[in-house]
């Protein structure tokens, strides 16, 4: 018997630029859901200085850190937790190159390439590693456990046992099937 591969989460971020653009958000919701990610949480936040601090600590002593963490803070961002077969990954692939002018050139057709517009403002990011996966979802969804969605809900999102609600933009998992019908 051959063993599943779990699926494996990301956080992406739609920055504050995307959501004030009605038409830009949702194409690049409509990008999300065609390339089959799974959205397991999600929150539209606009962060404070202390959030946009914790989460670009790495960047500090780079010149740009000022001018990220105003920006960041400047309006609201969508927060989303994604699942799916090698999410970090497809997620960046998908995203494009950070810098938006290499984005323009090299992945036309990435989301930095279509609706980025300065390095600051490249429409979104995403996890690099696994280890930066557990250190973001923690500032933004302290109250999800990675450990008991693996254990607990990570197999409604495998077997595709989910409704998908476009308004709150996030599957819900359908226990419905586990319950046996009368009759």
């Known amino acids: 018997?051959?063993?599943?591969?779990?699926?494996?989460?990301t956080l992406a971020i739609l920055k504050p630029h995307v959501v004030k653009t009605p038409f830009v958000l949702q194409k690049i919701r409509d990008l999300i859901i065609e390339?089959?990610?799974?959205?397991?949480?999600?929150r539209r936040t606009t962060l404070t200085s202390d959030?946009?601090?914790?989460?670009?600590?790495?960047?500090?002593?780079?010149?740009?850190?000022?001018?990220?963490?105003?920006?960041?803070?400047?309006?609201?961002?969508d927060i989303h937790i994604l699942a799916g077969h090698d999410a970090i990954l497809r997620w960046r692939r998908l995203m494009g190159p950070t810098?938006?002018?290499?984005?323009?050139?090299?992945?036309?057709?990435?989301?930095?390439?279509?609706?980025?517009?300065?390095?600051t403002r490249n429409a979104t990011h995403g996890s690099d590693s696994p280890e930066s996966v557990k250190r973001e979802i923690s500032i933004f969804?302290?109250?999800?456990?990675?450990?008991?969605?693996?254990?607990?809900e990570e197999i409604f999102y495998h077997l595709d046992k989910l409704q998908f609600d476009p308004i709150s933009f996030v599957h819900i998992i359908d226990k419905s099937f586990l319950t046996p019908t009368k009759g």
């Not at 670009?56 to 400047?74: A, G, I, P, V």
């Open 1 to 9: 018997m051959q063993s599943r591969k779990s699926l494996e989460l």
């Open 99 to 119: 810098k938006t002018y290499q984005a323009q050139y090299i992945e036309p057709n990435s989301i930095r390439g279509m609706f980025g517009l300065s390095d």
């Open 35 to 42: 390339n089959n990610f799974k959205v397991v949480r999600t």
């Open 141 to 152: 969804f302290d109250d999800f456990d990675i450990k008991r969605w693996y254990e607990r």
């Open 51 to 77: 959030e946009a601090a914790l989460f670009y600590s790495d960047h500090k002593d780079k010149f740009f850190y000022n001018r990220l963490l105003t920006f960041m803070c400047s309006g609201p961002s």
